[in-house]
């Protein structure tokens, strides 16, 4: 499948794959040696109008929304048949691209087969419904219909997965859409659309553009021709789009990351919590919204805990994603990379003790990459900012508490609500602590998993709506009341007009 990205155009527009129109070009780069893996297209402000105006039409005059249920069931089902078909080779694009290890790229894969599959089943189950009115002669429904046209805009650290949570609600709700990945990491996203043009999706419903948000974003996110906005990403940029929005009222999904505690009591399972931390906070190198980046551990075990995460931490395998070997890979760029430095930095002038990590590997084979080492944090203070702003790296941050109640305030003690996690022992204070959490979702005894059934979205600065679940194909739909009365009669308001 990447044979076919070399020297073919990438944009898709209308059913047809075309070549950007002002011959923009962008160098993809693989973080794991910093070599080209691909040249692609990169789309400019027209093509991004010419995408919206093809997805406009096809709503307003084609037949995909007008579609039955059968139809868009069979049809993601057979996406999701073609993406079984080349899992394997899906995964090493996403690994090329984004630098995660060849595993965790499989694992993105089967997840996104299951996304599709799930909203192929949710679209067959219907969510219209009948109102009693009390009056036999009327028939009171409340039906669902597809939003309209959708912007679709996946971030770079899981590009395939999160563009999976959109586009297939999307096609399940009966939209239509323009679909722009991070210009970081198009690859999947571009073989996904692929298989979505084989899986015989017509013409206009799914758009594809590829290119930087600076250049295409207005014409997504700022045009009265686009029903609906979602959004995975940054809060700036989250927020450029919610204002951009507002003078349309068009209406928004948000994700916008977190900073996620992960809050460990003396009871817990000392080696499984040592276990899910070490995974939570340096999986993907903490390249990942709902990272566990804080740790709130119980003063009476935080010296000892620290150490053993320490020593875990400086066993971890960091090498290239498509080296077996390798636990984890590098940062997506060397611009990143950058920017996890002067967090660093920012964390040892604020005064919070370096355990571990904190500098680039010192292997040579690793030098041409953008890896950096697992780097823990203690002593940190809530004011800090390595503690309240999200780092988006290997970056573990530790604060202790001595009570429960220390332990919520410090875990609800941040602007964003995304996830948290909880390590304890005891059923009725794991209980407490899961309502008490302001966090959209918590693990308990666990920490990373998620399943296409249950919605997904955060509180606070984490954003807007949900994606997942019965709530994430809600979000690509409108509800209408249609009120039929079956035995129309005059009614008699105004008396002098009988």
């Known amino acids: 499948m990447l044979d076919e990205l070399c020297g073919a155009p990438n944009l898709y527009i209308d059913g047809k794959w075309v070549h950007a129109a002002g011959g923009g070009t962008r160098d993809i780069v693989n973080p794991a040696d910093g ?45 999701a048949e073609l993406l ?49 009115t009390g009056n036999p002669a009327i028939i009171s429904r409340v039906v669902r219909e597809p939003a309209g046209v959708c912007a679709l805009i996946a971030p770079w650290n899981y590009p395939l997965l999160q563009m999976s949570w959109k586009i297939a609600p999307a096609l ?49 996110t700022d045009t009265p021709d686009v029903d609906l906005i979602s959004f995975t990403g940054g ?51 903490g390249q990942v919204c709902s990272a566990g980046t804080r740790l709130i551990v119980h003063e009476s075990i935080a010296e000892s805990f620290v150490a053993e995460l320490a ?11 498509m080296d077996p070997a390798s636990e984890t890979g590098p940062l997506v760029s060397e611009q990143h990379r950058a920017n996890v430095e002067a967090y660093v930095a920012l964390g040892i002038s604020e005064g919070a003790k370096l355990v571990t990590g904190g500098a680039r590997p010192s292997d040579a084979a690793l030098a041409a990459g953008s890896y950096y080492l697992p780097t823990i944090f203690d002593e940190c203070q809530r ?48 209980e407490r602590l899961v309502r008490a959490l302001r966090h959209g979702t918590v693990w308990l005894n666990d920490f990373g998993y998620y399943t296409p059934a249950a919605e997904w979205g955060g509180f606070g600065r984490s954003g807007i709506g949900r994606e997942l679940g019965p709530s994430g194909l809600a979000e690509y739909q409108e509800t209408k009341h249609i009120w039929h009365n079956t035995a129309p009669a005059v009614g008699g308001w105004f008396a002098g007009n009988n």
């Open 35 to 79: 070599t080209v893996i691909v040249t692609v297209d990169e789309a400019d402000r027209a093509d991004a109008v010419t995408a919206v105006a093809a997805a406009r039409a096809a709503f307003d005059t084609g037949g995909w929304p007008r579609t039955s249920v059968a139809e868009r069931i069979a049809v993601l089902e057979r996406i």
């Open 84 to 132: 079984g078909a080349t899992r394997d080779e899906l995964a090493r694009i996403e690994t090329l691209d984004t630098g995660k290890t060849l595993r965790e790229s499989h694992i993105d894969i089967d997840d996104v087969i299951a996304v599709f599959r799930y909203y192929a089943r949710l679209a067959a189950t219907g969510a219209d419904r009948l109102i009693d």
């Open 311 to 321: 020593r875990r931490a400086e066993r971890i395998r960091v090498g290239p994603g």
């Open 172 to 220: 399940a709700a009966g939209c239509t859409m323009v679909a722009k990945p991070s210009e970081v990491t198009p690859l999947s996203t571009i073989a996904l659309v692929r298989l979505i043009d084989r899986a015989g999706v017509p013409a206009g419903v799914v758009n594809l553009i590829q290119s930087s948000g600076a250049t295409v974003g207005s014409a997504l």
């Open 383 to 430: 004011w800090m900012r390595i503690v309240q702003e999200e780092t988006f790296g290997p970056i573990l941050t530790v604060e202790r508490f001595t009570t429960e109640a220390e332990a919520i305030a410090l875990g609800n003690d941040t602007a964003y609500g995304l996830a948290a996690g909880v390590r304890t022992a005891d059923p009725a204070r794991g």
């Open 235 to 285: 809060v700036a940029t989250g927020e450029s789009i919610a204002r951009n929005a507002a003078a349309h009222i068009t209406r928004v999904a948000l994700e916008l990351g977190g900073k996620n505690p992960h809050i460990v009591f003396p009871d817990a399972d000392f080696d499984s919590a040592v276990d899910a931390v070490l995974t939570g906070a340096f999986l993907h190198s």
